[in-house]
């Protein structure tokens, strides 16, 4: 924790700011910062591309990217976690949601600049090694899932959601997972699986 | 047990009877009694997948990318109608990262769409017709790459509605006219007309209903690796073996040197059961360029070019005697197949399901230029129904009776399309489950009775649908040194839960724990054969093949253990997962111990579907109830609750089969209520291209849903005593929903879906009085 939150502080010292002003401006800012001088390690972006710090699952990440890569293209197609999925490609099905600074979003519709200095949660970073998340647990028991491809959106905006709300009502899983499309048609199952994850964390605290 | 013969096997799948030469057990296995006390199979145990699905781990075809893989991207034509006069490819060829460019005039000529047109071809028919595909370093650079692809194209008259496309002066999609094969499908018994003449009631309605397209959530996908001539495809498939010989036929190249490879996908619904033209485009590219090809469809392919439901316009006419007695029955219908060969009939419903001695149907599939349909869930039978048991409430009306009543009055204890016994039929108890669980008394007795600006109202519809499977289906299960087993079989997982129940069966077998079983799908090099994934046959088909290779797995056992302990194989009996001497039980040995002493060796058994019995029907039967709320002031439908009472043999698993029911009637409720494709009637092209204007069910448009199975088991059909439940569960919420909206309202709604603004329309002729 530490360490990230150091990486991140020499980030945005870097940036010249101490203030991380709107996705867009941010964005800017660190296209700006790499595409000018030289950062600490003396490399300089290929031609069309710009240097990204972020941190991802908890890792430190740093790469050259083209500045119109989305985040769901970042994590997919450069970092290989492929458990986030891309369905729709255009912010309307919620099978790209990660979290963003804590916050649920869809990877598809932001650039992964748009990310940098934060911290990104995927799926995959709910795992410890082998052992899987009780919200993740939660969707086994509960079956809160067909195919499996709208899984880890889901399991995301459930994430985010108990984050949020710990201990939420029927109603509140209606509207806090109203934006993730499942085709298959697994949702009682899956409002089920967020209402089960939401006891046991009630249970853990007692 | 382990002999075989050869069948001509008949069994439904999708659209159609199919007859295929099969192997079958000489000697069927017997059958699970309906009261078998069963440790594994009926259980609620979790998905076999689950763990690779919550992980975010599970790798599906459209996650895999392969070292040097390049990427395809298609090139669609933007005219419903239009005949290619040219192509020019050298700018896009000369953009760095470009790598290969086929058309149709580079590319072989592949026959496609049943001979009916090529993989390129140069007459185009629709709005989204395949003009060139590219292949690049980058998916971003071949997409950019098909704008620089200059082709000048004559542009054809179009016809985008069935009704038009059937004038004789409409703009013709093939030289022989728009009607597919060039007359109707016609079906007749007994005599409609002299019943209509007898009849005492006599009703006649036009129903309608819209295209509606899958939109699984994994788009239409394909990987393609030639290592020399051989060919590994990794496909977003229902079929394996079917991509497997579409590919050696389009390629002319062996079916050995193609193998074929489905692990997960992001379901179906049918649109996945045919090879596409991408997975073709993709293998000649890669041919070309020496690389691996990647290629997938983007939101808006997927709502244009690769399947959907036909829509249809049905004109019912039903007659009955006072009593409630029908009589007679005649079904008219017309529907679009799109650009290409597809069914678009949807009165086997009505053929089918209600005692009814003088029918007569005709039906004509109808070319249009749009996108070509495909099996989507039930074809014919989720619009059919619609119509079917819209026509059935009416009559019930007419005769003053309770429509449930009318139904029973109605009832066939036999198929009345071939005079055959059915194997089950529990749609008696299907109705009487359903009934008391929804409250049927509390529905209002006069239609549109109940006040106040929300209506409610309860609906009901029946369903019918085939899902009994059949050979050929095969299933090997290899048993290793440690007396762990692996089932292999040709079948595919798309999200239904088919390795977790292949699973159950193996492990309640051989009484092992579940995870000491592993399953092995969908891959045509080391799966033996089995259907593809559709016609909710997959679960009826599989079961009983893995059944059969378990226990031949059994009695291959007890040979070894007659031979370690040096007694006649009758003695030896398998208890619990040991070898045990029936006349002196203290003396046994553990399968694992068993094992130990067979070494390197693994054990291999190959199990198959047994011959369906003769002189039988087998059908799938159910009931759904419908509590609707109809928001009179703003024309919204909610629908609140739905019961399904289904008869569908034997449960396998009460916790996934649950999640397929509500599956099916989510998606009933969309294409009651919402999902729509909606074409631009001046130039021919859809307009609801992403998931924004193609509306779907979300989670709070989800009523509670209780499922109620009424069968035990059918044993007569097959040894596992299972039918399927994938369409069963879709087929009749549309119907029951409109029937529930009729009696909150007392108007009925004759056209699908039932959109706020066809609300409206028919409450108050469009604008809300006062």
């Known amino acids: 924790m530490a360490e990230k939150d150091i990486s991140r502080r020499i980030f945005i010292k870097r940036l010249g700011t101490g203030v991380a002003g709107s996705g867009l401006a941010l964005s800017q800012l660190s296209a700006a910062v790499s595409a000018g001088k030289d950062d600490d390690a003396g490399e300089k972006a290929p031609k069309d591309q710009v240097l990204l710090q972020l941190t991802v699952n908890g890792k430190a990440v740093r790469l050259h990217i083209p500045a119109s890569l989305t985040l769901a293209e970042l994590l997919r197609d450069r970092l290989n976690l492929s458990g986030t999925k891309v369905v729709c490609n255009h912010g309307e099905c919620g099978a790209c949601t990660v979290l963003l600074d804590g916050k649920a979003v869809y990877s598809c519709h932001i650039l992964a600049l748009d990310a940098a200095g934060k911290e990104v949660l995927t799926v995959e970073g709910l795992l410890k090694g082998e052992e899987l998340h009780p919200l993740q647990e939660a969707f086994v028991k509960e079956d809160g899932l067909q195919c499996g491809f709208c899984t880890p959106g889901q399991i995301m905006s459930a994430y985010a959601l108990l984050k949020q709300k710990p201990h939420p009502t029927p109603d509140d899983i209606r509207e806090g997972m109203a934006g993730n499309l499942c085709r298959c048609g697994a949702y009682p199952k899956i409002a089920q699986s967020v209402l089960a994850a939401a006891k046991s964390n009630a249970r853990a605290e007692r | ?138 998916e971003r650079i071949a997409a950019q790459a098909l704008k620089k692809i200059k082709v000048e194209y004559e542009v054809l008259p179009f016809v985008a509605d069935a009704g038009k496309a059937m004038q004789p002066d409409a703009p013709k999609l093939y030289e022989n006219g728009n009607i597919a094969g060039g007359k109707p499908s016609v079906y007749e018994r007994g005599n409609a007309d002299e019943g209509f003449n007898r009849a005492d009631v006599v009703v006649e309605e036009t129903f309608d209903t819209q295209v509606v397209v899958h939109n699984p959530t994994e788009p239409h996908c394909s990987v393609v690796n030639w290592d020399g001539d051989k060919l590994t495809v990794w496909d977003s498939t229902q079929s394996v073996f079917g991509v497997r010989n579409a590919l050696a036929d389009s390629l002319d190249i062996p079916a050995n040197h193609v193998r074929v490879i489905k692990k997960y996908m992001g379901g179906g619904f049918g649109s996945k059961l045919a090879a596409g033209k991408y997975t073709i485009m993709a293998a000649l590219l890669a041919r070309t360029i020496g690389r691996p090809v990647k290629i997938s469809m983007d939101r808006e392919e997927m709502n244009l070019a690769v399947g959907n439901r036909p ?125 008391k669980a929804i409250g049927w008394e509390n529905r209002n007795k006069k239609p549109g009775s109940d006040s106040g600006v929300i209506k409610r109202g309860l609906g009901m519809a029946s369903q019918i649908w085939w899902g009994g499977g059949g050979p050929p289906t095969y299933a090997n299960l290899k048993m290793n040194r440690d007396g762990s087993v692996e089932v292999l079989c040709g079948t595919q997982d798309i999200g239904t839960g088919t390795y977790t129940i292949l699973a159950q069966v193996a492990a309640e077998v051989l009484e092992l724990p579940m995870d000491k079983v592993s399953v092995i799908l969908g891959d045509t090099a080391v799966t033996p054969y089995a259907h593809g994934s559709g016609g909710s046959v997959t679960a009826p088909s599989t079961t009983p093949a893995v059944r059969h290779a378990a226990e031949l797995m059994k009695e291959k056992l007890i040979g070894y253990a007659a031979a370690q302990m040096n007694l006649p194989p009758e003695r030896i009996a398998y208890r619990s997962g040991e070898l045990v001497d029936r006349d002196n039980p203290a003396q046994k040995m553990s399968v694992s111990a068993l094992m130990r002493k067979v070494r390197e060796q693994v054990l291999v058994t190959t199990g198959m579907r047994e011959a369906n019995p003769e002189g039988y029907a087998v059908n799938t039967f159910g009931a759904q109830f419908a509590e609707v709320e109809v928001h009179t002031d703003t024309g919204k439908i909610v629908v609140k609750r739905i019961v399904a009472a289904h008869d569908i043999g034997r449960t396998l698993n009460r916790k996934l089969l649950e999640n397929q029911f509500e599956g099916g009637i989510m998606q009933g409720i969309g294409f009651a209520l919402m999902e729509e494709r909606v074409i631009d009637r001046n130039t021919g092209k859809v307009l609801t291209t992403n998931l924004e204007n193609y509306k779907m069910t979300l989670l709070p448009d989800m009523p509670e849903i209780e499922v109620i199975i009424v069968s035990d088991a059918d044993p007569l059909l097959n040894n596992t005593g299972v039918k399927g439940i994938g369409e069963p569960a879709h087929i009749p919420t549309a119907a029951a929903i409109a029937n529930a909206v009729y009696n909150a309202t007392g108007v009925r709604f004759k056209s699908l879906p039932l959109t706020p603004d066809k609300v409206l329309q028919g409450l108050y002729g469009g604008v809300k009085q006062g």
Request: charged letters at 25%; one cysteine or more; a positive charge.
């Open chain 2, 1 to 138: 047990m382990a002999d075989k013969k050869v069948i001509k096997s008949r069994y439904f799948f999708e659209e159609d009877f199919e007859e295929q030469l099969a192997e079958v057990p000489a000697e069927k296995v017997a059958a699970w009694d309906k009261k078998a006390k069963l440790k594994i199979v009926g259980k609620g145990v979790d998905r076999y997948d689950a763990y690779d699905k919550v992980s975010g781990t599970a790798r599906y075809t459209f996650d895999i990318q392969l070292p040097h893989m390049a990427y395809a991207k298609t090139l669609r034509c933007p005219y419903a109608h239009a005949c290619i006069k040219s192509i020019d490819v050298s700018q896009a060829e000369k953009m760095p990262g470009v790598l290969a460019v086929l058309t149709a005039d580079n590319a072989p000529k592949i026959k496609w769409y049943r001979g009916t047109s090529y993989l390129f071809d140069r007459h185009l028919r629709y709005a989204g017709d395949e003009v060139a595909c590219v292949a690049a370093k980058s």
């Open chain 2, 311 to 435: 829509d249809s316009v049905q004109k019912l006419k039903f007659g009955a005697k006072k009593d409630g007695t029908l009589l007679a029955m005649s079904h008219y219908s017309y529907g679009a197949a799109g650009a290409y060969p597809s069914g678009a009939g949807c009165s086997w419903p009505l053929r089918s399901i209600y005692k009814c001695p003088n029918v007569r149907t005709e039906e004509y599939t109808v070319f249009i230029n749009a996108g070509p349909g495909r099996p989507f869930r039930a074809p014919g039978h989720v619009q059919g129904t619609f119509a079917l048991e819209a026509m059935i409430d009416t009559m019930a009306e007419k005769t003053g009776m309770d429509p449930l009543d009318f139904r029973l009055k109605n009832y066939s204890e036999i198929d009345p399309v071939s005079g055959q016994p059915y194997t089950t039929k529990r749609l008696r108890e299907a109705y009487e489950a359903g009934a």
